[in-house]
């Protein structure tokens, strides 16, 4: 599911420290809350992507590939 | 009560008061124990004015809900108080196994106040309590007093803690020890213990830890020990202790060689974890239920130091009065001077910063022997530095003023800002021997904002950066990016310090040691969530465990922020800022690199929610984490620390 446009997501992928932009921007789009917020920046990563998953924003596939790469691989899928 | 005892012990010197305080299940809950317990009790009664060395002034020494436990490494304990070498908060945790044993006498937490007539020592016999006289225990080692006590008390298998003669001196960066060897080294509480009149406390436990989950508990243990076998960095600190990390620090540039004038040296070997086992190492030891054991312990054979017998030395106690004050040539003078800070029972790393401050102050001439009583300071006098411990441990000539640490010595001697540039200090205490112009970026964020002052090598222990390329995927699985387990990058380490120093924290509250968790990264906080929950029988999740970290992380810096100390403290020597790193040896990896602070701490800042301007913890933030008492007092001063007549002060110290 798109919920950010490609250069919004070359934007991600090239910050050194994404993690509060990021979950602020899924904030924003209302596709975390608060509480969801603050769990991801008490968990970590992993914790991202598990509630992006559950939230059905990206896939299993897509879930893994992230594990897998990190960030980018993640921020892409968010704008497919 | 499953995990923990349930009650503190409080022990008034100056009255004889004893006294047991049931903990609550609200208390417990939010403070989890051992360093949570004791930052509460130093932020409710130990006023930000008060002078550490008044006897109003508290000592506390907490274990937590799994100490005793066969849980990895569950015998730590932290000590804290209002440091005498900072004037802020301080803390310092260390090993042994009295932790263990004073968990099965009954207890969760010793508080100490007041000031005994004469040195006395407390005896915790399970719930027999007893204030002892201890003159003639006073001027004696550790190792002197630790057989002494077990004699009169006729068991060989009590444990106890101790100071040496440096903190009955109030020497500012006095230490403590439990079972002789194991130091709690940092901030001085030594000294609050000296100045309360308190040699030690001996505890004997009958008791036990009850578990509310048996079965998953001895599941989850032996899951866990078994992992540990392979794990790259047990393995380096077992077979080589805290030591396996001076070739690595000399290859990448973080090895403190003369006060950090460089990171490197041809002759770092002589002093390696490798060549330690190969020449002086008697034996190794390990503290309670650990499964590591870094523990080392020395016996010197060869020179003029021969037949030298000490527990130690760790990376952290040997590089300070080794190079650190430019003695590298004969490695059995560092194990020598080792020896001595154990045995006077000081802070390794203040007296090896405070000696190398010292030295370079001779060096460019800012002092001469006019000033040391004769003492030529010169880089690699070892003759010089086994004078000089026992005269700073007995405050004698020259000593009584370095006995002062650092800062307080430059001020001493009236050396103004050019004697500060070479105190390597931050809020007041020395920084380890670990230049973030090598070690990591990370660690040097950490360092400018450890809520003990210039640590923090144990605060926040970015390991993600040291070891984490050892672990493939677990820095993508906590930080999102693998790029952070270089070292000299600022990629991700503003988030990395955030998250590391928050579980940090908890894993001190827990009273487990750093090295077994988020250094093996064979733990991570899942597994101890499920140890701590087969303990106690509840139901703590993650983000639980990472926010009673964030909580007590906030006090403590808010109590800094009581003592006006925020936003404008927050950095690191400027050496590190401003001179690059000279080349030591050829295969040094960080040649040229300065540390680029400040740009990651307006991102540190926004994970932590500190106020831009003051640095202070932001009044959302604190009441989000049930801190709304710390919100109120900390109302007023935002715009008392924003007043010119504060911005103009320089605070090296409190
Ligand atoms: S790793 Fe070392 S310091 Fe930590 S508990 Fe084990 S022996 Fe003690």
Same mark, same amino acid.
């Given at each position: 599911? %798109? #919920?950010?446009?490609?250069?919004?997501?070359?934007?991600?992928?090239?910050?050194?420290?994404?993690?509060?932009?990021?979950?602020?921007?899924?904030?924003?789009?209302?596709? #975390?809350? %608060?509480?969801?917020?603050?769990?991801?920046?008490?968990?970590?990563?992993?914790?991202?992507?598990?509630?992006?998953?559950?939230?059905?924003? #990206?896939?299993?596939?897509? %879930?893994?590939?992230?594990?897998?790469?990190?960030?980018?691989?993640?921020?892409?899928?968010?704008?497919? | 009560?499953?995990?923990?005892?349930?009650?503190?012990?409080?022990?008034?010197?100056?009255?004889?008061?004893?006294?047991?305080?049931?903990?609550?299940?609200?208390?417990?809950?939010?403070?989890?124990?051992?360093?949570?317990?004791?930052?509460?009790?130093?932020?409710?009664?130990?006023?930000?004015?008060?002078?550490?060395?008044?006897?109003?002034?508290?000592?506390?020494?907490?274990?937590?809900?799994?100490?005793?436990?066969?849980?990895?490494?569950?015998?730590?304990?932290?000590?804290?108080?209002?440091?005498?070498?900072?004037?802020?908060?301080?803390?310092?945790?260390?090993?042994?196994?009295?932790?263990?044993?004073?968990?099965?006498?009954?207890?969760?937490?010793?508080?100490?106040?007041?000031?005994?007539?004469?040195?006395?020592?407390?005896?915790?016999?399970?719930?027999?309590?007893?204030?002892?006289?201890?003159?003639?225990?006073?001027?004696?080692?550790?190792?002197?007093?630790?057989?002494?006590?077990?004699?009169?008390?006729?068991?060989?298998?009590?444990?106890?803690?101790?100071?040496?003669?440096?903190?009955?001196?109030?020497?500012?960066?006095?230490?403590?020890?439990?079972?002789?060897?194991? =130091?709690?080294?940092?901030?001085?509480?030594?000294?609050?213990?000296?100045?309360?009149?308190?040699?030690?406390? =001996?505890?004997?436990?009958?008791?036990?830890?009850?578990?509310?989950?048996?079965?998953?508990?001895?599941?989850?243990?032996?899951?866990?020990?078994?992992?540990?076998?392979?794990?790259?960095?047990?393995? @380096?600190?077992?077979?080589?202790?805290?030591?396996?990390?001076?070739?690595?620090?000399?290859?990448? @540039?973080?090895?403190?060689?003369?006060?950090?004038?460089?990171?490197?040296?041809?002759?770092?070997?002589?002093?390696?974890?490798?060549?330690?086992?190969?020449?002086?190492?008697?034996?190794?030891?390990?503290?309670?239920?650990?499964?590591?054991?870094?523990?080392?312990?020395?016996?010197?054979?060869?020179?003029?130091?021969?037949?030298?017998?000490?527990?130690?030395?760790?990376?952290?106690?040997?590089?300070?009065?080794?190079?650190?004050? @430019?003695?590298?040539?004969?490695?059995?003078?560092?194990?020598?001077?080792?020896?001595?800070?154990?045995?006077?029972?000081?802070?390794?790393?203040?007296?090896?910063?405070?000696?190398?401050?010292?030295?370079?102050?001779?060096?460019?001439?800012?002092?001469?022997?006019?000033?040391?009583?004769?003492?030529?300071?010169?880089?690699?006098?070892?003759?010089?530095?086994?004078?000089?411990?026992?005269?700073?441990?007995?405050?004698?000539?020259?000593?009584?003023?370095?006995?002062?640490?650092?800062?307080?010595?430059?001020?001493?001697?009236?050396? @103004?800002?050019?004697?500060?540039?070479?105190?390597?200090?931050?809020?007041?205490?020395?920084?380890?021997?670990?230049?973030?112009?090598?070690?990591?970026?990370?660690?040097?964020?950490?360092? =400018?904002?450890?809520?003990?002052?210039?640590?923090?090598?144990?605060?926040?222990?970015?390991?993600?950066?040291?070891?984490?390329?050892?672990?493939?995927?677990?820095?993508?699985?906590?930080?999102?990016?693998?790029?952070?387990?270089?070292?000299?990058?600022?990629?991700?380490?503003?988030?990395?310090?955030?998250?590391?120093?928050?579980?940090? =924290?908890?894993?001190?509250?827990?009273?487990?040691?750093?090295?077994?968790?988020?250094?093996?990264?064979?733990?991570?906080?899942?597994?101890?969530?499920?140890?701590?929950?087969?303990?106690?029988?509840?139901?703590?999740?993650?983000?639980?465990?990472?926010?009673?970290?964030?909580?007590?992380?906030?006090?403590?810096?808010?109590?800094?922020?009581?003592?006006?100390?925020?936003?404008?403290?927050?950095?690191?020597?400027?050496?590190?800022?401003?001179?690059?790193?000279?080349?030591?040896?050829?295969?040094?990896?960080?040649?040229?690199?300065?540390?680029?602070?400040?740009?990651?701490?307006?991102?540190?800042?926004?994970?932590?929610?500190?106020?831009?301007?003051?640095?202070?913890?932001?009044?959302?933030?604190?009441?989000?984490?049930?801190?709304?008492?710390?919100?109120?007092?900390?109302?007023?001063?935002?715009?008392?620390?924003?007043?010119?007549?504060?911005?103009?002060?320089?605070?090296?110290?409190?």
């Amino acid at each position: 599911m %798109a #919920i950010m446009t490609k250069a919004q997501a070359k934007n991600f992928a090239e910050m050194d420290d994404f993690m509060l932009e990021l979950c602020d921007f899924l904030k924003s789009k209302s596709v #975390i809350d %608060a509480t969801t917020h603050r769990s991801i920046l008490l968990k970590g990563f992993s914790r991202m992507v598990e509630c992006l998953q559950e939230k059905k924003v #990206i896939s299993a596939r897509e %879930a893994k590939e992230a594990m897998d790469k990190g960030f980018t691989s993640l921020v892409y899928s968010l704008a497919k | 009560m499953y995990g923990w005892a349930g009650q503190r012990l409080r022990v008034d010197l100056s009255t004889g008061t004893i006294t047991k305080e049931p903990l609550t299940y609200e208390y417990r809950r939010k403070w989890m124990g051992g360093r949570g317990f004791n930052s509460d009790v130093i932020y409710n009664e130990v006023p930000a004015n008060l002078d550490p060395f008044d006897p109003k002034a508290r000592v506390c020494f907490g274990v937590g809900p799994v100490s005793g436990t066969a849980a990895p490494s569950t015998g730590r304990v932290t000590v804290t108080c209002k440091s005498p070498l900072t004037g802020g908060f301080g803390d310092s945790n260390m090993g042994g196994h009295w932790g263990a044993e004073l968990k099965y006498a009954g207890y969760d937490q010793i508080v100490v106040q007041g000031r005994a007539k004469h040195p006395v020592y407390i005896w915790i016999d399970d719930d027999k309590v007893e204030i002892r006289d201890a003159r003639h225990l006073w001027g004696k080692f550790p190792r002197e007093a630790d057989q002494m006590i077990k004699e009169e008390l006729g068991d060989e298998d009590i444990h106890i803690v101790l100071i040496g003669p440096a903190g009955e001196n109030m020497v500012r960066f006095a230490c403590t020890f439990n079972d002789v060897w194991r =130091a709690a080294g940092r901030t001085g509480h030594g000294g609050v213990i000296g100045s309360k009149n308190l040699k030690g406390i =001996a505890v004997r436990g009958s008791g036990t830890v009850k578990i509310a989950n048996p079965k998953a508990m001895m599941d989850v243990c032996n899951r866990l020990r078994q992992a540990f076998k392979p794990d790259p960095m047990k393995i @380096g600190l077992y077979e080589f202790g805290s030591l396996c990390l001076i070739n690595v620090a000399n290859r990448d @540039g973080w090895f403190p060689w003369r006060n950090f004038q460089g990171g490197a040296h041809p002759l770092a070997n002589n002093m390696s974890g490798e060549t330690h086992a190969k020449t002086v190492l008697k034996h190794r030891e390990g503290c309670f239920a650990c499964p590591i054991c870094c523990g080392r312990f020395t016996h010197i054979k060869e020179g003029k130091w021969a037949g030298e017998e000490f527990g130690g030395p760790e990376y952290e106690h040997a590089v300070p009065t080794g190079p650190r004050v @430019g003695i590298l040539e004969d490695a059995n003078d560092i194990w020598h001077n080792a020896r001595l800070t154990n045995d006077y029972g000081m802070d390794g790393i203040e007296t090896g910063g405070v000696i190398s401050a010292a030295m370079e102050w001779y060096e460019k001439g800012l002092i001469t022997t006019k000033e040391t009583g004769g003492l030529e300071l010169e880089w690699g006098n070892a003759e010089v530095v086994d004078k000089l411990i026992p005269m700073i441990a007995t405050r004698k000539g020259f000593g009584a003023i370095l006995a002062e640490g650092a800062d307080r010595a430059s001020d001493k001697l009236g050396l @103004g800002d050019k004697g500060h540039y070479y105190t390597l200090t931050t809020r007041g205490m020395t920084l380890p021997g670990d230049d973030p112009r090598g070690l990591g970026f990370g660690y040097g964020l950490s360092f =400018a904002m450890g809520t003990r002052g210039g640590c923090d090598h144990l605060r926040s222990l970015c390991c993600l950066e040291l070891s984490g390329a050892l672990y493939p995927g677990l820095n993508t699985r906590i930080l999102g990016d693998e790029r952070p387990n270089k070292p000299v990058t600022t990629v991700g380490k503003p988030y990395m310090v955030y998250y590391e120093e928050n579980q940090k =924290a908890t894993t001190d509250c827990l009273q487990v040691c750093c090295f077994t968790t988020h250094w093996c990264y064979t733990v991570l906080t899942p597994d101890q969530v499920e140890y701590l929950n087969a303990v106690t029988g509840l139901d703590f999740t993650e983000e639980e465990f990472q926010e009673i970290g964030e909580r007590v992380y906030n006090l403590e810096r808010a109590y800094w922020a009581r003592q006006m100390s925020g936003a404008r403290e927050d950095v690191v020597p400027e050496r590190f800022t401003t001179e690059p790193m000279p080349q030591g040896v050829d295969y040094q990896t960080n040649v040229g690199v300065v540390f680029p602070l400040s740009e990651m701490l307006k991102k540190y800042y926004k994970y932590r929610e500190y106020e831009p301007g003051t640095g202070f913890p932001g009044e959302r933030k604190l009441k989000q984490l049930g801190l709304d008492y710390v919100a109120k007092d900390l109302a007023p001063l935002r715009s008392k620390y924003l007043s010119e007549s504060e911005k103009k002060k320089k605070k090296y110290y409190y």
